[in-house]
C-alpha cells in the first residue's frame, strides 16, 4: 500500500469549471479507492474572480486541509498570485506558460488590497511584477515549477469550440497523470460528471487522452498509483448531506429564497422531489414528494413553512444570516403556536452581507437569541456530513416531537465542503411524528393538562382550533388573564427541560481523545475535523489534546461540559469568529471561563497547520489569542 | 344540519364598524355554500381586522402584521383540499404585507382574500393606511396624509389575480354572494371591502359610501368572465374594463366583479402538474416512514448521480 496524503489546490477563474475539475480529481481518486475531501473557495461574483478548491487525498478519510500545498494546479495568471504563500519545499506548481508573461498590473480580477501586498512581496525580493517574477519566488521558497503549453497539449486534437473551454479538464487530466492516477479512472469520472452526455463525455474522453500522452512524452508522468477497494461511496457536500437527511427524515414542505450558501439545498430537494423509496410498503407511502416553494422573500419562506407546518405537513427552511435575521419575528410565533418547523441556517460571514460567499461562525448567539420574548426552541450544530445528514433528521423530530422551532446551525465551509461518505444508515433514526388528534369536538390544542408541556397536536382540516400571536388560553383564543398567561409560559418552557432530560448526552456533546490531555479543544461546527487531525498531530510532537465538541445549544448540556472542563488542563476555545462566542455560551451556563483561544474570521477554511502551530504558540508561548491568517 | 360559523367569542369591535358586516357576510356566505367546519380554514395579521377568525367557529390563525398571504399559502399547500380565507386590513395587506400581495396575484394559489379598507389603521389609533388619499385629514391625525393612495383593485389586477371584486360592508347581501364566487373560484381570489371605520375615519363613513356605490352587476352588458376558451382579444377587453372601473372613485364608487379570469390555472393545480400525486396525496397527508418506523426512503437511489 502507497501511502499517499496529498494537499492539492487548483484555481481559475470563477465560472471557468473549477466546479468539474475538482469533482473530475475526486471522483477519480474515488474511483480508484482513495478519499478525498474538499473545500470550495469563491468570490461573490459569476464570472471572472478568483476561485479554487482545496482538496486533501488519502487512502483513510481525511477529516482536514494542510498547508503547504503539495500540488498547485494554475488554470490563470491569478492562481499563481494568489497563492503565493501556500507552496514550500516540494510542492509541484503546475500552470500553463502561456501565462508566463501576465502582469501583475494587468491581473484585473485580483481584489486592489491583495495585488498591492503581492506587488510589494514581489518588490521587495526584486523580482518582475508579472507571472514569471511570482513563480521565482515559488521556486525560491522551494516548489518545483512545471511549465505546460496547454495550447500545445490540445494542438491537433478535435474540439468542438475553442480549446480555452477545456483547460479544466486538461489541468485536472495533466495533474492526475503527474501524480500518476491510471488513465482509466480519470476517463471513468467523466461518465460520472457528464452522466448520459455522450457528445461531451467523448469530447472530454479526447482532452484526457491528450493530457495523458502529453505526460508520457514529456516524462512526466507520475508513477502509477495501486488502486484499492472501496465501499460504494457517495461524494456528498454539507448542502447535499442536509437536503439528504431531510428527504430521509420525512420532510414534505420546503420554503426558500434564494441565498448563499444556503440555497444549494433547496434546489437540491428540488432535483429531488420525486423521492426514491426502499420498498412500497403501502400505496400511499408510495406516492407523493417534497414541495419546494420559492417565495418573495424570506418573511413569506419562514411563514409559509409553519403554515404548511400546522396543517400537518413536515416542514422546514433554509436561509443564511440576512434571510435569518428577517425571520426573528415568525420564530417567536412559532415559539408561542408551538409550531414544528426547521430552520436549517447555513453561516457565512456577516455582519450584514459582510462575506457572503465566505466561512463564519458569527451567528451563534444570534440564533440562540432570536425571537422576541421568552419562548423555548432548540438550537443543533453539525459538523461534517455525515452529522448533516443525521441532524437534519433529528431536527425535524425535535420538532415534531416538542412541537418548536429547530434552528439547525451548519457553516458555509462544511456547507461546501464535499466529501466521501461510505455508509448511509437507514436504521439509525426513527422518523417520529406529533402526536395528532382524531376529530373531537371540544378539542383544546394548547391543553394545559399536560405533564411533559406538550399538548395533542391539531391539524387543520380535522381539528378545530385556533391561533394566535398573542397569548392565548387552552383553545387558541386571545387572553390577557394572568394566570393562564403564567402557566402558558410554563408549559411551553416544560418542553425544553423535558428535552434536555431525554436528549442523550452525546447528541449535545462529545469528547474525543484522551481524558488525560493536556490540552482541551473547544469546538462546534466545521472545525470538528480539522481538530481531530490536529490532535493526532500535536501528540506526535508530544502534546496529548482532546476536543469538547459541542453540538446542541439550547438546551445546553451544562453539566456534561462543567464536568468536561472542571478536569481539563489547557482549555482552548477554537472558532470561526472573532469574540469566541461559544465560550460565552459555556461561561453563561456553566461558570466557567476560557481564557485561551484561537479564532479565524477572514472567512477561509482553518487548515490543520496553523491549527497546530497555534496551539504550540498558546502551550509553550503563551499566547492567550490567535488569529489565524491563512488563505487566498 | 347547517354549522354555525360564528363562535362563542365576544366580538371587541367598535360599535358601528363596518368589521361586523364582514363577518356576517362571510358566515353567511360559508352556510350556504353548506360547508362543513373542516372544510375552512381562516388566517388574518394583526389589526381591527385580525381578529376575525377568533369570531369564526373554524379552525384559524391570527398570525404576524403584514404576513397572512404566506401563512394561508403555506395553509392551502400543504391541504389543498381545504378551502383558506384571508381576512386582512388595508395596512396589513397593502403596506407591510405589500410584497405578499404582489407574490400571491404571480402564485395564484387559490385563497380568498378579503380585505378590510377603512383606509386607516384601526388598532394603532387612526394612522393613515395606504389606500387613504393624499391630503386627506380624518380625526385621528395630527396633519393631512403626506402620502399618496394605492388603489387596491388595480394593484390586484396588475399583480394577476385571477377573481377581483368590491363590497360594501354595509351591503352584506351583496357581500355574501361576491364571498360565495370567490371562495369557489379555482385561483386566488381578491375582494376588497369598503369597511367604514367610525373611529377614526370621519370621511370614508357608512353615509359617504352609501351616496357613491353603484353595483356593476346590475348593468347589463357588464360581463367580467373569462373562461378557457375566451379568445384573447376579448380576454385583454375585459381586463381592461376592468382596470378602468377600478380607476373610478369619484362621485361614484363601483362594486361587484371586476375581473373573474377562469383560464389561469391555480399554483396548486401548477405544483401537481409536476408532482403528480399532489393531489390526492398532499404534503399534508403522506406517510413519512415505513410501518417500522423507520426511514423508508433509498438514500443510494435516490441521490444516485452522487454514488461512486
Ligand atoms: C411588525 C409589527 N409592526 C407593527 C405592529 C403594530 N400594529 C398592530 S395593528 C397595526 C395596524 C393595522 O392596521 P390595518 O391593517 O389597517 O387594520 P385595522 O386595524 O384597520 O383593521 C399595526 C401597525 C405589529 N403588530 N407588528
Ligand atoms: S378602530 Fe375602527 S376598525 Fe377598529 S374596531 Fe373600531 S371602528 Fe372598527
Given at each position: 500500500?502507497?501511502?499517499?496524503?496529498l494537499n492539492l489546490s487548483i484555481g481559475g477563474p470563477q465560472g471557468g469549471g473549477i466546479d468539474t475539475s475538482s469533482n473530475l480529481i475526486s471522483r477519480a481518486f474515488?474511483?480508484?479507492?482513495?478519499?478525498v475531501l474538499g473545500v470550495r473557495e469563491f468570490h461573490s461574483n459569476i464570472k471572472g474572480r478568483h476561485s479554487y478548491v482545496h482538496l486533501r487525498i488519502?487512502?483513510?478519510?481525511p477529516?482536514s486541509l494542510k498547508y503547504p500545498l503539495d500540488f498547485l494546479v494554475a488554470l490563470d495568471p491569478d492562481t499563481i498570485f494568489e497563492h503565493l504563500d501556500d507552496v514550500s519545499?516540494?510542492t509541484i506548481v503546475l500552470y500553463d506558460t502561456n501565462d508566463e508573461n501576465a502582469e501583475l498590473a494587468q491581473a484585473r480580477m485580483i481584489m486592489r488590497d491583495t495585488a498591492k501586498r503581492i506587488n510589494g512581496v514581489l518588490q521587495e525580493n526584486?523580482l518582475d511584477l508579472n507571472v514569471k517574477g511570482a513563480l521565482a519566488l515559488m521556486k525560491k521558497n522551494?516548489a518545483k515549477i512545471m511549465g505546460i503549453p496547454f495550447s500545445?497539449v490540445l494542438?491537433?486534437?478535435?474540439l468542438d469550440g475553442p480549446a480555452t473551454r477545456y483547460y479544466n479538464v486538461l489541468g485536472a487530466s495533466l495533474t492526475l497523470?503527474i501524480i500518476?492516477?491510471?488513465?482509466?479512472?480519470?476517463?471513468?469520472s467523466l461518465?460520472?460528471i457528464f452522466?448520459?452526455?455522450?457528445?461531451v463525455?467523448?469530447l472530454n474522453?479526447?482532452v484526457?487522452?491528450?493530457a495523458?500522452?502529453?505526460?508520457?512524452?514529456?516524462?512526466?508522468?507520475?508513477?502509477?498509483?495501486?488502486?484499492?477497494?472501496?465501499?460504494?461511496?457517495?461524494l456528498l457536500t454539507g448542502n447535499d448531506g442536509a437536503a439528504?437527511?431531510?428527504?430521509?427524515?420525512?420532510?414534505?414542505?420546503?420554503?426558500y429564497y434564494p441565498i448563499t450558501p444556503a440555497s444549494d439545498e433547496s434546489s437540491i430537494?428540488e432535483e429531488?422531489?420525486?423521492?426514491?423509496?426502499?420498498?412500497?410498503?403501502?400505496?400511499?407511502?408510495?406516492?407523493?414528494?417534497?414541495?419546494?416553494?420559492q417565495?418573495?422573500d424570506e418573511?413569506?419562506?419562514?411563514?409559509?413553512?409553519?403554515?404548511?407546518?400546522?396543517?400537518?405537513?413536515?416542514?422546514?427552511?433554509a436561509t443564511s444570516g440576512p434571510g435569518f435575521s428577517?425571520?426573528?419575528?415568525?420564530?417567536?410565533?412559532?415559539?408561542?403556536?408551538?409550531?414544528?418547523?426547521?430552520?436549517t441556517f447555513y453561516q457565512r460571514g456577516g455582519p450584514s452581507t459582510g462575506l457572503p460567499t465566505r466561512n463564519g461562525q458569527g451567528d451563534?448567539?444570534?440564533?440562540?437569541?432570536?425571537?422576541?420574548?421568552?419562548?423555548?426552541?432548540?438550537?443543533?450544530?453539525?459538523?461534517?456530513v455525515?452529522?448533516c445528514?443525521?441532524?437534519?433528521?433529528?431536527?425535524?423530530?425535535?420538532?415534531?416531537?416538542?412541537?418548536?422551532?429547530?434552528?439547525?446551525l451548519i457553516d458555509k465551509n462544511l456547507a461546501n465542503t464535499s466529501d466521501?461518505?461510505?455508509?448511509?444508515?437507514?436504521?439509525?433514526?426513527?422518523?417520529?411524528?406529533?402526536?395528532?388528534?382524531?376529530?373531537?369536538?371540544?378539542?383544546?390544542?394548547?391543553?394545559?393538562?399536560?405533564?411533559?408541556?406538550?399538548?395533542?397536536?391539531?391539524?387543520?382540516?380535522?381539528?378545530?382550533?385556533?391561533?394566535?400571536?398573542?397569548?392565548?388560553?387552552?383553545?387558541?383564543?386571545?387572553?390577557?388573564?394572568?394566570?393562564?398567561?403564567?402557566?402558558?409560559?410554563?408549559?411551553?418552557?416544560?418542553?425544553?427541560?423535558?428535552?434536555?432530560?431525554?436528549?442523550?448526552?452525546?447528541?449535545?456533546?462529545?469528547?474525543?481523545?484522551?481524558?488525560?490531555?493536556?490540552?482541551?479543544?473547544?469546538?462546534?461546527g466545521s472545525q470538528?475535523g480539522v481538530?481531530?487531525?490536529?490532535?493526532?498531530?500535536?501528540?506526535?510532537?508530544?502534546?496529548?489534546?482532546?476536543?469538547?465538541?459541542?453540538?446542541?445549544?439550547?438546551?445546553?448540556?451544562?453539566?456534561?461540559?462543567?464536568?468536561?472542563?472542571?478536569?481539563?488542563?489547557?482549555?482552548?476555545?477554537?472558532e470561526s469568529n472573532m469574540?469566541?462566542?461559544?465560550?460565552?455560551?459555556?461561561?453563561?451556563?456553566?461558570?466557567?471561563?476560557?481564557?485561551?483561544?484561537?479564532l479565524k474570521y477572514n472567512g477561509r477554511h482553518i487548515t490543520e497547520d496553523e491549527l497546530?502551530?497555534?496551539?504550540?504558540?498558546?502551550?509553550?508561548?503563551?499566547?492567550?489569542?490567535?488569529v489565524l491568517e491563512n488563505g487566498a | 344540519?347547517?354549522?354555525?360559523?360564528?363562535?362563542?367569542?365576544?366580538?371587541?369591535?367598535?360599535?358601528?364598524?363596518?368589521?361586523?358586516?364582514?363577518?356576517?357576510?362571510?358566515?353567511?356566505?360559508?352556510?350556504?355554500?353548506?360547508?362543513?367546519?373542516?372544510?375552512?380554514?381562516?388566517?388574518?395579521?394583526?389589526?381591527?381586522?385580525?381578529?376575525?377568525?377568533?369570531?369564526?367557529?373554524?379552525?384559524?390563525?391570527?398570525?404576524?402584521?403584514?404576513?397572512?398571504?404566506?401563512?394561508?399559502?403555506?395553509?392551502?399547500?400543504?391541504?389543498?383540499?381545504?378551502?383558506?380565507?384571508?381576512?386582512?386590513?388595508?395596512?396589513?395587506?397593502?403596506?407591510?404585507?405589500?410584497?405578499?400581495?404582489?407574490?400571491?396575484?404571480?402564485?395564484?394559489?387559490?385563497?380568498?382574500?378579503?380585505?378590510?379598507?377603512?383606509?386607516?389603521?384601526?388598532?394603532?389609533?387612526?394612522?393613515?393606511?395606504?389606500?387613504?388619499?393624499?391630503?386627506?385629514?380624518?380625526?385621528?391625525?395630527?396633519?393631512?396624509?403626506?402620502?399618496?393612495?394605492?388603489?387596491?383593485?388595480?394593484?390586484?389586477?396588475?399583480?394577476?389575480?385571477?377573481?377581483?371584486?368590491?363590497?360594501?360592508?354595509?351591503?352584506?347581501?351583496?357581500?355574501?354572494?361576491?364571498?360565495?364566487?370567490?371562495?369557489?373560484?379555482?385561483?386566488?381570489?381578491?375582494?376588497?371591502?369598503?369597511?367604514?371605520?367610525?373611529?377614526?375615519?370621519?370621511?370614508?363613513?357608512?353615509?359617504?359610501?352609501?351616496?357613491?356605490?353603484?353595483?356593476?352587476?346590475?348593468?347589463?352588458?357588464?360581463?367580467?368572465?373569462?373562461?378557457?376558451?375566451?379568445?384573447?382579444?376579448?380576454?385583454?377587453?375585459?381586463?381592461?374594463?376592468?382596470?378602468?372601473?377600478?380607476?373610478?372613485?369619484?362621485?361614484?364608487?363601483?362594486?361587484?366583479?371586476?375581473?373573474?379570469?377562469?383560464?389561469?390555472?391555480?399554483?396548486?393545480?401548477?405544483?401537481?402538474?409536476?408532482?403528480?400525486?399532489?393531489?390526492?396525496?398532499?404534503?399534508?397527508?403522506?406517510?413519512?416512514?415505513?410501518?417500522?418506523?423507520?426511514?423508508?426512503?433509498?438514500?443510494?437511489?435516490?441521490?444516485?448521480?452522487r454514488?461512486?
Amino acid at each position: 500500500m502507497s501511502n499517499i496524503d496529498l494537499n492539492l489546490s487548483i484555481g481559475g477563474p470563477q465560472g471557468g469549471g473549477i466546479d468539474t475539475s475538482s469533482n473530475l480529481i475526486s471522483r477519480a481518486f474515488a474511483s480508484s479507492g482513495y478519499n478525498v475531501l474538499g473545500v470550495r473557495e469563491f468570490h461573490s461574483n459569476i464570472k471572472g474572480r478568483h476561485s479554487y478548491v482545496h482538496l486533501r487525498i488519502r487512502e483513510e478519510r481525511p477529516r482536514s486541509l494542510k498547508y503547504p500545498l503539495d500540488f498547485l494546479v494554475a488554470l490563470d495568471p491569478d492562481t499563481i498570485f494568489e497563492h503565493l504563500d501556500d507552496v514550500s519545499t516540494g510542492t509541484i506548481v503546475l500552470y500553463d506558460t502561456n501565462d508566463e508573461n501576465a502582469e501583475l498590473a494587468q491581473a484585473r480580477m485580483i481584489m486592489r488590497d491583495t495585488a498591492k501586498r503581492i506587488n510589494g512581496v514581489l518588490q521587495e525580493n526584486k523580482l518582475d511584477l508579472n507571472v514569471k517574477g511570482a513563480l521565482a519566488l515559488m521556486k525560491k521558497n522551494g516548489a518545483k515549477i512545471m511549465g505546460i503549453p496547454f495550447s500545445k497539449v490540445l494542438e491537433g486534437v478535435e474540439l468542438d469550440g475553442p480549446a480555452t473551454r477545456y483547460y479544466n479538464v486538461l489541468g485536472a487530466s495533466l495533474t492526475l497523470s503527474i501524480i500518476g492516477l491510471d488513465q482509466k479512472f480519470t476517463r471513468d469520472s467523466l461518465k460520472h460528471i457528464f452522466g448520459n452526455k455522450e457528445k461531451v463525455i467523448a469530447l472530454n474522453v479526447k482532452v484526457v487522452d491528450a493530457a495523458y500522452k502529453y505526460c508520457r512524452d514529456n516524462g512526466l508522468q507520475g508513477k502509477t498509483l495501486p488502486d484499492m477497494d472501496a465501499p460504494p461511496r457517495m461524494l456528498l457536500t454539507g448542502n447535499d448531506g442536509a437536503a439528504l437527511g431531510k428527504i430521509m427524515g420525512g420532510l414534505r414542505f420546503q420554503t426558500y429564497y434564494p441565498i448563499t450558501p444556503a440555497s444549494d439545498e433547496s434546489s437540491i430537494l428540488e432535483e429531488h422531489e420525486d423521492i426514491k423509496w426502499l420498498s412500497n410498503e403501502n400505496k400511499k407511502l408510495a406516492s407523493g414528494g417534497i414541495t419546494v416553494v420559492q417565495t418573495e422573500d424570506e418573511l413569506s419562506a419562514i411563514t409559509m413553512a409553519e403554515g404548511a407546518a400546522i396543517t400537518g405537513a413536515r416542514s422546514a427552511t433554509a436561509t443564511s444570516g440576512p434571510g435569518f435575521s428577517l425571520m426573528a419575528e415568525a420564530i417567536s410565533f412559532a415559539g408561542i403556536d408551538e409550531i414544528p418547523v426547521v430552520i436549517t441556517f447555513y453561516q457565512r460571514g456577516g455582519p450584514s452581507t459582510g462575506l457572503p460567499t465566505r466561512n463564519g461562525q458569527g451567528d451563534l448567539m444570534f440564533a440562540m437569541n432570536t425571537g422576541h420574548g421568552e419562548f423555548p426552541k432548540m438550537v443543533i450544530s453539525s459538523g461534517d456530513v455525515e452529522e448533516c445528514i443525521y441532524d437534519s433528521m433529528k431536527a425535524l423530530n425535535y420538532a415534531q416531537r416538542y412541537q418548536l422551532p429547530v434552528i439547525h446551525l451548519i457553516d458555509k465551509n462544511l456547507a461546501n465542503t464535499s466529501d466521501f461518505v461510505p455508509v448511509i444508515e437507514t436504521k439509525k433514526i426513527k422518523v417520529e411524528q406529533s402526536l395528532k388528534t382524531k376529530d373531537k369536538s371540544d378539542f383544546k390544542r394548547y391543553t394545559l393538562d399536560t405533564k411533559n408541556g406538550v399538548s395533542p397536536m391539531g391539524v387543520f382540516g380535522k381539528d378545530i382550533f385556533w391561533m394566535t400571536g398573542d397569548e392565548h388560553d387552552e383553545l387558541g383564543h386571545v387572553t390577557e388573564d394572568p394566570l393562564i398567561r403564567d402557566r402558558m409560559m410554563e408549559k411551553r418552557f416544560t418542553k425544553l427541560k423535558v428535552a434536555d432530560d431525554e436528549i442523550p448526552d452525546e447528541d449535545k456533546a462529545q469528547v474525543f481523545g484522551s481524558d488525560h490531555a493536556k490540552v482541551t479543544f473547544i469546538t462546534w461546527g466545521s472545525q470538528k475535523g480539522v481538530i481531530l487531525d490536529a490532535i493526532d498531530g500535536l501528540k506526535a510532537k508530544g502534546i496529548e489534546a482532546n476536543m469538547l465538541y459541542l453540538k446542541m445549544f439550547e438546551p445546553f448540556p451544562s453539566k456534561f461540559v462543567d464536568k468536561i472542563l472542571k478536569k481539563a488542563g489547557t482549555v482552548i476555545d477554537v472558532e470561526s469568529n472573532m469574540t469566541g462566542q461559544a465560550a460565552k455560551v459555556i461561561r453563561m451556563n456553566t461558570g466557567f471561563e476560557v481564557t485561551n483561544f484561537i479564532l479565524k474570521y477572514n472567512g477561509r477554511h482553518i487548515t490543520e497547520d496553523e491549527l497546530i502551530s497555534a496551539t504550540s504558540d498558546i502551550v509553550s508561548k503563551k499566547k492567550k489569542i490567535v488569529v489565524l491568517e491563512n488563505g487566498a | 344540519m347547517a354549522h354555525n360559523f360564528r363562535s362563542d367569542v365576544a366580538i371587541d369591535w367598535c360599535p358601528g364598524c363596518g368589521d361586523f358586516g364582514i363577518v356576517t357576510g362571510l358566515t353567511q356566505a360559508l352556510t350556504e355554500l353548506n360547508y362543513g367546519p373542516n372544510d375552512v380554514v381562516a388566517v388574518s395579521g394583526i389589526g381591527c381586522s385580525g381578529k376575525t377568525p377568533h369570531y369564526l367557529n373554524m379552525a384559524g390563525i391570527h398570525t404576524l402584521h403584514g404576513r397572512s398571504i404566506p401563512y394561508a399559502t403555506g395553509v392551502k399547500l400543504a391541504n389543498p383540499r381545504l378551502k383558506v380565507i384571508v381576512t386582512s386590513g388595508d395596512g396589513d395587506m397593502l403596506s407591510i404585507g405589500a410584497g405578499h400581495f404582489v407574490a400571491e396575484g404571480r402564485r395564484n394559489t387559490g385563497l380568498t382574500i378579503i380585505l378590510y379598507d377603512n383606509e386607516v389603521y384601526g388598532l394603532t389609533k387612526g394612522q393613515a393606511a395606504p389606500t387613504m388619499a393624499l391630503g386627506e385629514k380624518t380625526k385621528g391625525l395630527a396633519r393631512p396624509n403626506v402620502f399618496g393612495k394605492v388603489n387596491p383593485i388595480t394593484m390586484a389586477l396588475s399583480s394577476g389575480y385571477s377573481f377581483v371584486a368590491r363590497g360594501f360592508s354595509f351591503d352584506t347581501k351583496h357581500l355574501k354572494e361576491l364571498i360565495k364566487k370567490a371562495m369557489i373560484h379555482e385561483g386566488s381570489s381578491f375582494i376588497d371591502v369598503l369597511q367604514p371605520c367610525p373611529t377614526y375615519n370621519n370621511i370614508n363613513t357608512m353615509e359617504w359610501y352609501r351616496g357613491k356605490v353603484y353595483k356593476m352587476d346590475d348593468e347589463k352588458s357588464w360581463d367580467p368572465v373569462v373562461l378557457p376558451d375566451t379568445s384573447a382579444e376579448s380576454v385583454s377587453e375585459k381586463f381592461n374594463n376592468a382596470y378602468k372601473r377600478g380607476l373610478e372613485w369619484d362621485d361614484k364608487i363601483p362594486i361587484g366583479v371586476f375581473y373573474d379570469n377562469r383560464a389561469i390555472p391555480s399554483f396548486v393545480k401548477r405544483i401537481a402538474e409536476y408532482l403528480p400525486d399532489y393531489l390526492n396525496n398532499p404534503p399534508a397527508e403522506q406517510i413519512v416512514a415505513g410501518t417500522d418506523g423507520y426511514t423508508n426512503v433509498d438514500p443510494f437511489k435516490t441521490f444516485a448521480d452522487r454514488v461512486i
